[in-house]
């Protein structure tokens, strides 16, 4: 049992000299739900199982694991929707039915998005996905648009990338930059 224990000790330190990140205790936790409007079944499945992957990776908005997003049946800090796109102007009038939108706690995906994603993304399907459920959150959060910084660069997930990230490149995935941005809103503590 001794001898089990400190192999998977040690084991467990190489692992974490390998992966080059220590392991971070959260330091946060956000709630959030997940709802439908005008459709439902296995698309709305899949939005989970992206928002799960999403909001789980370390390049996300958990911020390198700081902050833990839990998935509740209902209610929660904000709810992620998965809207058909003529209910999507049912949140706002400014929402549009071409593309998703986020009203006040409603991070709202627009389904012919997340279903087909968008003519002008670079990149496949599975990535895409990705980044609307990050970019739609990060307005939660409280960021507007970014604008492309370096030509050649990745972009902001903040970007307008539904509507093509040129000059810099697809990224599905908050900059450094914008993760720290995010630790100093949610008062994160101990990153540079
Ligand atoms: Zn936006």
Known sequence: MRRFFTWACCSLAIALVWSGTPATAAQIEITYSIAARGTSGQAVAL????ADQAYADPRGWSLWGRVRF???????????????????TTFSSACS?????????????????????????IG???????????????????????????????????????KGSYPCLPNPWPL???????????GVTGLK
């Open 47 to 50: 939005l989970a199982a992206t």
């Open 70 to 88: 839990r998935h509740v049946a209902s209610g929660g800090e904000f709810t992620l929707w998965l809207a058909a796109p003529e209910s999507m």
């Open 97 to 121: 039915p071409s593309w998703s939108c986020t009203v006040g706690r409603n991070v709202v995906i627009n389904e012919s998005r997340f279903r087909n994603g968008s003519p002008y993304w």
């Open 124 to 162: 496949d399907l599975a990535r895409y996905r990705i980044m609307v459920v990050n970019h739609e959150t990060g307005h939660w959060l409280g960021f507007d648009h970014a604008t492309c910084p370096t030509p050649g660069a990745m972009g902001p997930v903040m970007m307008q990338q539904s």
């Open 176 to 186: 450094a930059t914008e993760r720290l941005a995010a630790a100093r809103i949610l």
